[in-house]
């Protein structure tokens, strides 16, 4: 059976640990573990390790927003993959447009997706085209070159272990998702360019999600006609009911 993810992303919010826990605690209280679904929730880090005591029955898996790709030293306000892993996180992501728009180039990514997986942790590889981009029909060549770099020099037997975020970013926090049948197109694209670049034979093993204005009425969409793996899920994470309802649509 193949697992269906539903990966929160809370950016920089909420702006209190009391919050914070709230939030967790009415997705916690709510859910059910399943072996079909994984619940992720990636908050800022400061909240990971008091989320992390509330988990009652694990049912929430913790993520991570970034990691550094040195494991320790003089790295003045980083925080390390070993110390993520220390926490009892288990998912990254990487390469989120929001951090390439501040610095985050594909060598630093490919950095962190390297240390990442050293630390037996899962990266999250975000990618996706601008609307320029798309407009200018190079949505593939992007999608390619990021994955291409993103993942240089990454062991054969560790890319089934990435995952790919399929984040167009003019669909993200724009209330214009991007239609299923692109997304159904991108995600083969996706599979054939693991084959073309690194030679993998079985790339249905790739999950590959969908992010980018997701919410409880087109959620399951993307699944169903898109055929992701599952989603990577912004401000609809931020409020509990809507985050709710998205689980509760793949029971
Ligand atoms: C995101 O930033 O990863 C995201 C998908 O955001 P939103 O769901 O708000 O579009």
Known sequence: MKKIFIIG?????????????NLFLSINKKIKKKRKIETVICPPFVYLYPLAQLNRGHKIVLGAQDTFFEEK??????????????????????GHSEKRAHG?????????????????????????????????????????YQIQEGLRKVA????HKVIIAYE??????????????????????IR??????????????????????????NAKRYVEEARVNGLLIGSSSLKA??????IFSFY
């Open 73 to 94: 030293g003089a790295f003045t306000g980083q925080v390390s993959a070993v110390m993520l892993k220390d926490l009892g996180c288990k998912y990254v992501i990487v």
């Open 9 to 21: 992303n809370w950016k920089c919010n909420p702006t209190s640990l009391s919050e914070a826990k």
């Open 192 to 217: 054939k360019t693991f084959s073309a670049l690194f030679g993998l034979k079985k790339t249905d093993k790739i999950a590959i999600l969908y992010g980018g204005s997701v919410n409880a009425d």
């Open 168 to 189: 167009p970013i003019w669909a993200i926090g724009t209330n214009k998702p991007c239609p299923p049948e692109s997304v159904l197109t991108i995600s083969i694209f």
């Open 241 to 246: 009911e809507e985050f709710l309802k998205i």
């Open 104 to 144: 985050d180039n594909d060598e630093i990514i490919n950095k962190k997706i390297h240390i990442l997986l050293k630390e037996n942790l899962t990266p999250i590889l975000c990618i996706g085209e601008t609307k320029e981009e798309r407009e200018k029909k190079q949505t593939f060549e992007k999608i390619k």
């Open 156 to 159: 054969k037997k560790y890319l």
